[in-house]
């Protein structure tokens, strides 16, 4: 297994909405199980929603009207959104490097033969928006759908030998819950789960 690296967006220059996102600790998180490999963003945020989708199937006895409601599953799905700016040519293909490693992420850890070595499970943390009964820091998952889109509107940064950069990336992603479980405890729920209410 190689050495994890970590891509931060936003350092390879010091632009003033990524030194300030970096400053305050507004950063989007991704870690990469199989490798340890992290990629961050700041914190941009531009939209977010948590989804949680209990399923049910209804099972009929012979004494009884009213069929048994039995819970199959329960799927947690986040769907959010962030911009990534760069302020020069450096931070722009570091802010690029830093995208094609998260795509990069997607795809499982194979051998040499093509065993599958690790599957493409990955942690997010967005400040304490995700948080998992397990740990407070990001949530287990799966990559469904990462879309980035180039915002040529706000401008772009050139260089002599044909290189074009946008100045912002607009990055959007659906991603669903991996169940964790705490290993000291018979559900999912953590020993210390607090109660609340009456």
């Known amino acids: 297994m ?7 967006a936003g350092n390879a220059g010091d632009s003033a909405a990524a030194h300030w996102a970096n400053e305050q600790g507004y950063i989007i998180r991704f870690t990469h199980q199989p490798t340890g490999h992290v990629v ?3 914190a941009t945020l531009q939209s977010f929603s948590d989804i949680h989708t209990p399923k049910f199937s209804e099972q009929y006895g012979a ?21 990534v700016l760069s302020s020069s040519l450096e931070e722009a293909r570091h802010n690029t490097q830093c995208v094609n490693l998260l795509i990069q992420m997607l795809y499982p850890l194979l051998s040499s033969d093509g065993t599958i070595l690790g599957n493409p499970f990955i942690t997010v943390e967005i400040m304490n928006l995700m948080q998992s009964a397990i740990s407070p820091s990001g949530i287990l998952c799966i990559i ?8 040529f ?3 772009v940064i050139s260089h002599d030998n044909g290189e074009l950069h946008p100045i ?10 991996v169940l964790e479980r705490d290993a ?7 020993n210390t789960y607090p109660s609340y209410g009456g």
Do not use: C, H, V, W
Not at 2 to 8: A, K, P, Q, V
Not at 168 to 177: C, D, R, Y
């Open 2 to 8: 190689s050495t994890s690296t970590t891509l931060r």
């Open 40 to 42: 961050e963003f700041p």
């Open 63 to 83: 004494d009884t009207m009213d069929p048994t409601i039995i819970l199959n599953s329960a799927d947690r799905k986040m769907d959010f959104s962030f911009t």
């Open 144 to 151: 469904e759908n990462i879309d980035y889109a180039m915002d």
């Open 153 to 155: 509107e706000s401008g």
């Open 168 to 177: 912002s990336l607009e990055i959007s992603i659906s991603a669903t819950a």
């Open 184 to 190: 000291n405890s018979a559900t999912f729920l953590p």
